[in-house]
């Protein structure tokens, strides 16, 4: 792969008060749908919201990302789009569960976010090979969908057209998720990944040795 880290410190600037009752929101939420559906949803593990934003705001401090499109793969209730729309990202969310798309469209508008949240997989057209590839590794089911609508054609966009995408994968999906962003991503673009533990990792497509920067707006 051609993905390589990048040192991340991530933000201890104490929190706006809009950002700390969408998170507060977000956990009340998180709260009824588990209670309502004990099963939960499929897939649905939401990340540390505050690590996620910590991370976020330094990338943004820092302008370390070539431009200012944000995109979420399997963005949940979407409050890490939420909170990438605070940070001035233009910024997207990809949800496979419909019921969960339609609480980050009501989150959205709740914060007056201007965030979009489209239905489908993030896995783009044309990576049959990665997935068998990501099938042969793992030692049992992908957990992602890689077979839904087509977010992309839904938003007009493609993979190469984001700056910086974020994901929470389970573990058997962490190789795929790595795969598509390395093969479809732009150069220079950033990969954040949710680790658990309040963790997070973050990495840049490189496959020159100096990738152009996109300037932000």
Known sequence: MTLVNVPLQCSTRPLSAKVQTILREASAREQ???????????????????????????????????????????????????????????AYGIEIDRGLLDAAREMAGQFEIAAEFVHGSYVPSG???????????????????????????TLGMDIRDFDLVFNYPWPNDEYLTAALFDKFASDGALLLTYLGLENVRLRRKETSPHPARRRHK
Do not use: M
């Not at 049959?128 to 839904?148: N, P």
């Open 32 to 90: 009824q749908f588990t209670s309502n559906r004990p099963l939960g949803f499929r897939g649905f593990v939401p990340s540390c919201h505050e690590t996620v934003f910590r991370a976020l705001e330094i990338i943004e401090q820092d302008a370390l990302a070539p431009g200012t499109s944000f995109c979420e793969w399997g963005s949940g209730l979407g409050v890490a789009t939420l909170l990438a729309g605070v940070l001035g990202f233009d």
């Open 127 to 153: 990576a049959d090979l990665l997935i068998d590839k990501a099938y042969a590794r793992c030692s049992g089911e992908l957990s992602l969908v890689t077979e839904a609508d087509d977010a992309y054609e």
